[in-house]
């Protein structure tokens, strides 16, 4: 069983907005941080937004601040990614992660290895 299935990826132009979605098999998979990272052709993988389960707290990259927001719903063992004015550098496959431990520090809440459980990812491309 998937631990963890995004869902809400596709082809948008420059300007548009994207709604990603990642639903957890379990409520025990929940019970830390929900978090995105996304990997670009050629590059590593990278951290997009991280939530701990009672989301008084919201960490970004820089690189999406302002544009993106992270958001989840408990009952539904779910997180979302609202992402608005896209740009051609935010196509990536967008992967979904939990973690065992809630992390209330951008710098751990950032960090890959925070992450136990993990998605098979959804393809985002933006064009120009």
């Known amino acids: 069983q998937v631990p963890l299935a995004e869902s809400g990826g596709g082809l948008v132009q420059a300007g548009d907005s994207l709604r990603l979605s990642c639903t957890a098999s379990?409520?025990?998979?929940?019970?830390?941080?929900m978090a995105w990272f996304r990997q670009a052709p050629g590059k590593e993988r990278e951290f997009v937004a991280s939530i701990p389960r009672n989301g008084e707290f919201t960490y970004y990259a820089d690189s999406v601040k302002g544009r993106f927001t992270i958001s989840r719903d408990n009952a539904k063992n779910t997180v979302f990614l609202q992402m608005n004015s896209l740009k051609p550098e935010d196509t990536a496959v967008y992967f979904c992660a939990t973690s065992l431990t809630i992390y209330l520090n951008s710098q751990l809440a950032s960090q890959e290895q925070s992450y136990y459980y993990w998605g098979q990812g959804t393809q985002v491309t933006v064009s120009s």
């Open positions: 379990e409520r025990t998979f929940t019970r830390g941080n």
